[in-house]
């Protein structure tokens, strides 16, 4: 059974940083690719950024690009999302989901299987 939980969200002021964690069972990227998504309140949802098994392969959204880094710890077995120079328009709710198939995508419908979100709040 794959399961996916996140963690590390909460309240950070703008222009600071905060690292989320997706810990991964049932699942591993010689399946797959993992995923990162957010949602804001009364917007849909966004995928920001997707990490495959080869080394270097990842896609990330326009919208971060180049503040949000995404990664794997393979001792932790965990899929990591580093954000820096948050911003207020950065709050939401942040999920973690797993896709069968190696292909970097982050439209959410191509997901099978989501964790259950952490928020996070940029604000002073």
């Known amino acids: 059974q794959v399961q996916l939980v996140e963690s590390g969200g909460g309240l950070v002021q703008p222009g600071g940083s905060v690292r989320l964690s997706c810990a991964v069972s049932?699942?591993?990227?010689?399946?797959?690719?993992i995923g990162w998504f957010r949602q804001a309140p009364g917007k849909e949802r966004e995928g920001i950024a997707c990490?495959?098994?080869?080394?270097?392969?990842?896609f990330y959204a326009d919208s971060v690009k180049g503040r949000f880094t995404i990664s794997r710890d393979n001792a932790k077995n965990t899929i990591d999302l580093l954000m820096n120079n948050l911003k207020p328009e950065d709050t939401a709710v942040y999920y973690c989901?797993?896709?069968?198939?190696?292909?970097?995508?982050?439209?959410?419908?191509?997901?099978?299987?989501w964790g259950q979100g952490t928020q996070v709040t940029v604000s002073s």
């Open positions: 990490i495959s098994r080869s080394p270097g392969s990842t």
């Open positions: 049932g699942f591993s990227l010689d399946d797959g690719i």
């Open positions: 989901a797993a896709r069968f198939g190696h292909a970097l995508t982050i439209l959410g419908y191509q997901y099978d299987h």
